[in-house]
């Protein structure tokens, strides 16, 4: 059972950082593709940015590049989003997710499994 747990959210202002954590369990973590997704009031869920499962590759949704950056701890079983410049855009509940396709390079379309989310408030 694959269990993933975000922390690291909270209340921010404008241009503010921010660094979520997703602790995951339940599987060798080092296997496998890791990402965020956010979903913003009365929107969608949109996906956010992840991490091959070697850290070789990162892919990141047009609205956050240069701002965000995802990366892993394979000892610590955890996956990182780093957020700078924040703006009030960006709040959202954001979701961790991990794939399902052993050394895969995104979680995209790997119909991942997703932790319960962690609220991020951006005040502007």
């Known amino acids: 059972q694959v269990q993933l747990v975000e922390s690291g959210g909270g209340l921010v202002q404008a241009g503010d950082s921010l660094r979520l954590s997703c602790a995951a369990s339940?599987?060798?973590?080092?296997?496998?593709?890791m990402g965020w997704f956010r979903q913003a009031p009365a929107k969608e869920r949109e996906f956010v940015g992840d991490?091959?499962?070697?850290?070789?590759?990162?892919n990141y949704a047009e609205a956050v590049k240069g701002r965000f950056t995802v990366s892993r701890d394979n000892i610590e079983n955890t996956v990182y989003l780093q957020m700078t410049n924040l703006k009030s855009d960006d709040t959202a509940v954001y979701y961790c997710?991990?794939?399902?396709?052993?050394?895969?390079?995104?979680?995209?379309?790997?119909?991942?499994?997703w932790g319960q989310g962690t609220q991020v408030t951006v005040s502007s």
């Open positions: 339940g599987r060798i973590f080092g296997f496998y593709a």
């Open positions: 991490i091959s499962w070697n850290a070789v590759n990162t």
């Open positions: 997710a991990a794939g399902r396709t052993p050394y895969g390079r995104t979680v995209r379309e790997d119909d991942p499994y």
